[in-house]
T-cell receptor, first 113, second 115 residues
């Protein structure tokens, strides 16, 4: 089955810096890769996703890149702000009915002002 | 759009009792809902996949007789923790997927504490 590895487990940056979180997946058949942000005690919120037919996707300060050959994808946050502090999870799945997301272990991002 | 509700948000119960958690998709139909368990500072652990009108598919190591899942309609799935014990204390989160899209939206979670 699919296995998703996520690094780093913790990341501390200064406000205004960029943050990069990387994930690798094992199943070459996976074709959908979302990123979730979870604040303490809250639900995971979908912040961006990418499908395997696209190499990069950007939404304001957030971007995701996908390298299908190497089976890894990354989240890039530019101009970080204190409110970006949260746990970020990557996930992978086969875009088929009933197929669950497989999550990475999460990255705790701390942005200090 | 794509709002998922979950009830209750917090429950405290005595050991041996059963607890039912409801997950609803409010503005879309979800043929598939998922139930996760999350321990503090850990990732989401998939417990089961719930398909409307059919039996749930449980992940390895999850007792189906202990965690009863019912997906009676396209907008409602329930998780019943039967004969709860302190080790069942956790944060339970459901998610729902809209038909025709891989996007998965999460409920707010239920904090279960078993005394």
């Amino acid at each position: 089955g699919e296995n998703v590895e996520q690094h780093p487990s913790t990341l501390s940056v200064q406000e205004g810096d960029s943050a990069v979180i990387k994930c690798t997946y094992s199943d070459s058949a996976s074709n959908y890769f979302p990123w979730y942000k979870q604040e303490l005690g809250k639900r995971p919120q979908l912040i961006i996703d990418i499908r395997s037919n696209v190499g990069e996707k950007k939404d304001q300060r957030i971007a995701v890149t996908l390298n299908k050959t190497a089976k890894h994808f990354s989240l890039h946050i530019t101009e970080t702000q204190p409110e970006d502090s949260a746990v970020y999870f990557c996930a992978a799945s086969l875009n088929q009915a009933g197929t669950a997301l497989i999550f990475g272990k999460g990255t705790t991002l701390s942005v200090s002002s | 759009g794509a709002v998922v509700s979950q009830h209750p948000s917090r429950v405290i119960c005595k050991s041996g009792t059963s607890v039912k958690i409801e997950c609803r998709s409010l503005d879309f139909q979800a043929t598939t809902m998922f139930w996760y368990r999350q321990f503090p500072k850990q990732s989401l652990m998939l417990m089961a996949t719930s398909n409307e009108g059919s039996k749930a598919t449980y992940e390895q190591g999850v007792e189906k007789d202990k965690f009863l899942i019912n997906h009676a309609s396209l907008t409602l799935s329930t998780l019943t923790v039967t004969s709860a014990h302190p080790e069942d204390s956790s944060f339970y989160i459901c998610s729902a997927r809209d038909l025709g899209t891989p996007k998965e939206f999460f409920g707010p979670g239920t904090r279960l504490t078993v005394l």
